[in-house]
């Protein structure tokens, strides 16, 4: 059974930090992708960062946000320092494999809030 469960959610101030996790069962964590999407109230989901055979982040969280994996762990972490309003939403987990050309496998976890105040 796949599970990905997000931790590290909360209320903070514009520019304080939080670290997300994402810890995770059912497949083999070090064959995936491992990343962040984020949907804030009335938007949709947007793509925040990934680790996989290279780190890529969303040009609005370069430089503030950190995505680090422990494979050992199966755990996947999102370092968020500098934080605004606007990065408020709730923060999806998600783990991804390219099976062949036409197909892939993605996994979601349940989501955890994040709510910055000025």
């Known amino acids: 059974q796949v599970q990905l469960v997000e931790s590290g959610g909360g209320s903070v101030q514009a520019g304080g930090s939080l670290r997300l996790s994402c810890a995770t069962s059912g497949f083999t964590f070090g064959l995936y992708t491992m990343g962040w999407f984020r949907q804030a109230p009335g938007k949709e989901r947007e793509f925040v960062a990934e680790s996989g055979s290279y780190t890529d982040y969303a040009e609005s969280v370069k430089g503030r946000f950190t995505i680090a994996r422990d494979n050992a762990k199966k755990t996947v972490y999102l370092e968020m320092n500098a934080l605004r309003p606007e990065d408020t939403a709730i923060y999806y987990c998600?783990?991804?494999?390219?099976?062949?050309?036409?197909?892939?496998?993605?996994?979601w976890g349940q989501g955890t809030r994040v709510t910055v105040s000025s």
């Open positions: 998600f783990a991804e494999v390219q099976r062949s050309i036409n197909s892939r496998t993605t996994y």
